[in-house]
């Protein structure tokens, strides 16, 4: 180390004293330096002891990244060197590298892979460059509906097998989860845990209750808020009944973006429970056991806990007792919704565009739990409990000055009403483009006044509407994309942000199937070159889906 005199020859003292001096306290700032590095060289030393954990998730509407990233949290507590990412975020080949990878995938469509996990699937099921995972060691869980039973966690049971054949160890069986996943969740990650070397001896995971919300108010604690508005936004003669519902925030503490979805507590119609009460003979007031190891009258029960909608029209089996067929049901589940409002826009509320289900089967009607609780049974100023179920994949670009292609038929208007709205509030420069389709202009044109004035205003630069009905050739949203292909591959080429909402089963698909073509007809590319082009898109965060 080279002296540097800390005394300067100015000071008054002698030679002899400022030698003395400086020596003294160069002797003290190297001693300190030493304890200083040390000490950092030990911080380093812990901190590469640590043993490594990937998490990766694969994620449509928001539920598998936020449980990816919370158990990357658990998993830090723990003691792992924990880092959560998307599956779009890591190159197949790097896999190799990984020592304990763990993958949180949700299944969308008819068994499809998330869109950020598409690109990743592809690259680890190509025959003959797939890469060799010899020592890697994995577990998947995989989140899902039971209600499509033919493709349920299809997502999370092909990267399962996958990875298996590419040489990766499973440390934990795979769980395949329901709507209702985090008691499985639990115990899937407390498997994992067990299984990762010295995970027994580490530090107790965090539960839910140590890591509360900035509210306090989630899906296990939601917001009773108050019904303000609750109005058909389909003109008299429709087909349809879509509602305009909004709920007030106020008091709550709650925050939301646009792009985000909104989880709404639900009861089922007291009628149908009546019915299927009666149909097996139950006593109402016979005490039953509810999900969360409390007890209530059976109706009460069926009418706020358990999913009936399986029951209605099937031959009851009487041979069960009340309680037994209480825990044969499924817990009843918030639903989530699309948010349809800006908070710059109406602060202290949020917004939904709900369609109403109503329907006939077999000689017997069927109603929507959620939708008609929210049209019909729900009242002005009663409350209902929701919840913010942030959609961090599903935003508006960063760069307020890049154009904006939204596709949103039907009730998929919901979240660019949304995007409009925000993009007023926050004076943002770039073009926005709205495709919306229905069945009937005159009856079906959602939100018809507030989006007319927008493109009168010229906040809304280019709208082109597909009315199915309204001629004997049915014209949908895809057909007006492909009509516009050249001016649609010219706002894509300036850097523009495509966003899908709305039917995952069908109209997502065409919607995509019309992108490809407008790339290569427009775009003068290739097949091959397309799905390229629009790859690059979905990596980029440049085409996004809300999809259900």
Known sequence: MTSIPIIPESAPFTAEQRSWLNGFLAGVLSR?????????????????????????????????????????????????????????????ADLSREKNVLIVSSTWGEGDMPDNAQGFWDAINQN???????????????????NYADTFCLAGKKLDARLEELGAQRVAERVDCDVDFDAPAKKWSTAVFTALNGASALQPALSDKSAPSDTGYSKSCPFP??????????????????????????????NYEAGDALGVTVRNCPEIVDIVIRSFGFDPSAVVPLPDETTAPLRDALISHYGVREWIGKAPDKSLSPAAFVESLRKLQPRLYSIASSP????????????????????????????????????????????IHTSPHFRLPADNSLPVIMVGPGTGIAPF????????????????????????????????????????????????????????????????????????????????????????????????TALHQVIQTAGGKSADEAAAYVADMKKTKRYLRDVY
């Open 417 to 512: 009403r949304a995007f409009l709205e925000e993009r007023g509030a926050t004076g943002a420069t770039g073009k926005n483009w709205l495709f919306f389709g229905d069945q009937r202009r005159a009856t079906d044109f959602l939100y018809h006044d507030q989006i007319i004035s927008w493109l009168e205003k010229g906040h809304l630069t280019r709208l082109d509407t597909a009315f199915s009905r309204d001629q004997s050739d049915k014209v949908y949203v895809q057909n007006r994309m492909i009509s516009a292909a050249s001016e649609l591959w010219q706002w894509l080429e300036e850097g523009g942000h495509f966003y899908v909402c709305g039917d995952a089963s069908r109209m997502a698909k065409d919607v995509d």
């Open 344 to 387: 710059k826009a109406h602060p202290g509320e949020v917004h939904l565009t709900v369609g109403v289900v109503r329907y006939e089967k077999d000689g017997v009607a069927h109603k929507g739990v959620a939708s008609t609780f929210l049209a019909d049974r729900l009242a002005l100023g009663d409350t209902t409990g929701v919840f």
């Open 32 to 92: 300190g330096t030493a304890l200083t590095e040390g000490a950092a060289a030990s911080s380093v030393s812990a901190a590469a002891a640590k043993e490594p954990l990937l998490v990766l998730f694969g994620s449509q509407s928001g539920n598998a990244e936020s449980y990816a990233k919370k158990l990357a949290k658990e998993a830090a507590a723990k003691g792992f060197a924990a880092r959560a990412t998307g599956l779009d975020s890591v190159q197949a």
């Open 225 to 254: 808020a108050k019904l303000i508005s609750n109005y058909s936004l389909n003109a008299k003669g429709s087909a349809k009944d879509t509602r305009h519902i909004a709920f007030s925030l106020e008091g709550s503490g709650l």
């Open 128 to 146: 003959g460059s797939s890469p060799k995972l010899d020592g890697v060691r994995y577990s998947v869980l995989a989140l899902g509906d039971k």
